[in-house]
């Protein structure tokens, strides 16, 4: 089996001691990393080489909250909150079909992959009648670009006829989503240590499904095994209906609903008092924290600091790119340090912090830390080299303050499970003119309504 030597580098290992390496090595054999440390690395007969002075190697970013199909819809509703973006684009995505979503998919997964993520957590929650097998759409294009997926099958059953935000059209009945959940799981969920496909269950959110779908999808997600994801506390509007329509706060919802414990992680978790973020903490749920979209919604500053010390496994997402026009995982690092500063002051988070959310906070979110998130012996070889010798960031002594308080770095390599989809800071699994051409004609389609 060949092994690739990265030498010369330093090296974040985002391991629970915080270890870097000044001038370290990484050794990959196969699909893990098989030696690292400081000094140069032992070398064998026969080993590719990568001399990565320079460079900083870290863990590959773990992207929590995504919805790729939104690639297809970005620069709508350009001045809106989030309920009145919601209202604009539910009906532009009733068009969605599964050659649009594919081609949103493979575009939005090598934006991710060119800004060092290797693991995606999409989820998809509009299945428009006349769509197409969109499960299957999304998993291909993960497949073809190469980062790992873990497919969120979500659901909505509530419309507008029952007082909920989308068109009657491209929602489900609690009973079908439930049991096209369930298909989604028997036919794509691996469960091994080296899976490059997971699913888990995800109701969109409280104000678009019901309570019986809560409930259902929790039963459903414990008795197959896999992990539980919703939207929650992400505006004041929800926290408003949340109290009107059932008396209590959007967390007080979710834990009496069975949706709190260390296989559910939320979607932004910004409106949160003291006692929610204890009952987070307590549980052991964790939060996908997605700083970009909740500024270009104005929803507002996530309570990160305070979750961080409540013990809360925070992740980062870079959440639709209806939200988030670029779509990149590494400037989410910038973003999280630069709000959780506003909030709090300078010492509110960081560079390191915002390190560990992007990478091993976000494979605990996912139920991956054994095997993503941190460099050690023995763990998956999903990694980043990061260019730091260039003019955007040469002077910056400490690396990982060049990586998250300066510019997007340039990849000089990116593995995920040892194989290169990235390298010289080119995506080298597609192409990404065609890629761009390809969504390009999906977005012409759904704006113009052609289905």
């Known amino acids: 089996m060949s092994r690739l030597v990265i030498d010369n580098a330093a090296v974040s290992t985002v391991d629970d001691a915080g270890t870097e390496y000044v001038g370290g090595h990484v050794v990959v054999e196969g699909e893990r990393i098989v030696a690292l440390g400081e000094g140069p690395a032992p070398r064998e007969p026969g080993d590719a080489y990568l001399d990565a002075a320079g460079c900083l190697v870290t863990p590959g970013l773990v992207n929590t909250h995504h919805h790729l199909y939104q690639w297809a819809t970005r620069g709508y509703a350009q001045d809106a909150t989030l309920f009145e973006w919601l209202v604009t684009l539910y009906p532009v995505w009733g068009r969605l079909d599964a050659e649009i979503t594919g081609a949103a998919a493979a575009a939005g997964i090598g934006r991710l992959a060119l800004t060092g993520c290797t693991t995606v957590a999409d989820h998809h929650y509009v299945f428009p009648r006349d769509g197409g097998d969109q499960v299957t759409a999304l998993i291909d294009a993960a497949n073809r670009i190469g980062p790992r997926l873990h497919l969120v099958r979500g659901s909505m059953d509530r419309g507008v006829s029952l007082g909920g935000l989308p068109p009657d059209r491209i929602v489900e009945d609690t009973e079908s989503a439930l049991l096209a959940t369930e298909a989604a799981i028997r036919a794509h969920h691996d469960a091994s240590a080296n899976a490059r496909i997971q699913i888990a269950v995800g109701p969109c959110s409280p ?245």
């Open 207 to 451: 104000f678009s499904v019901t309570r019986e779908l809560m409930t259902g999808a929790a039963e459903l997600a414990r008795r197959t095994g896999v992990r539980l994801h919703t939207h929650l506390a992400e505006t004041l509007d929800e926290q408003e209906q949340c109290q009107r329509e059932f008396g209590r706060t959007p967390v007080e919802y979710a834990e009496e609903l069975g949706w709190l414990g260390p296989d559910v992680w939320l979607g932004h978790g910004i409106h949160l008092n003291a006692e929610a973020i204890g009952r987070i903490g307590a549980t052991d749920t964790g939060v996908a924290h997605c700083p970009t979209s909740n500024g270009r919604l104005g929803a507002g500053l996530a309570p990160v600091a305070e979750l961080l010390a409540a013990g809360v496994g925070v992740g980062l997402g870079a959440d639709g790119a209806a939200s988030n026009e670029s779509g990149g995982l590494a400037e989410e690092m910038h973003q999280a340090l630069l709000l959780a500063r506003l909030r709090g002051g300078p010492t509110a988070l960081s560079a390191r912090q915002a390190l560990w959310m992007a990478t091993a906070g976000g494979a605990r979110c996912l139920g991956r830390a054994a095997d993503l998130g941190s460099l050690r012996v023995g763990a998956l070889a999903d990694l980043a080299v990061w260019r730091l010798d260039g003019f955007a960031h040469a002077g910056i002594a400490d690396p990982v303050a060049a990586l998250v308080f300066g510019p997007p770095a340039p990849l000089h390599l990116l593995l995920v499970g040892g194989k290169t989809v990235v390298a010289d800071n080119e995506l080298r699994t597609a192409d990404d003119a065609e890629l761009a051409e390809a969504l390009r004609k999906a977005s012409s389609r759904l704006a113009e309504g052609r289905s």
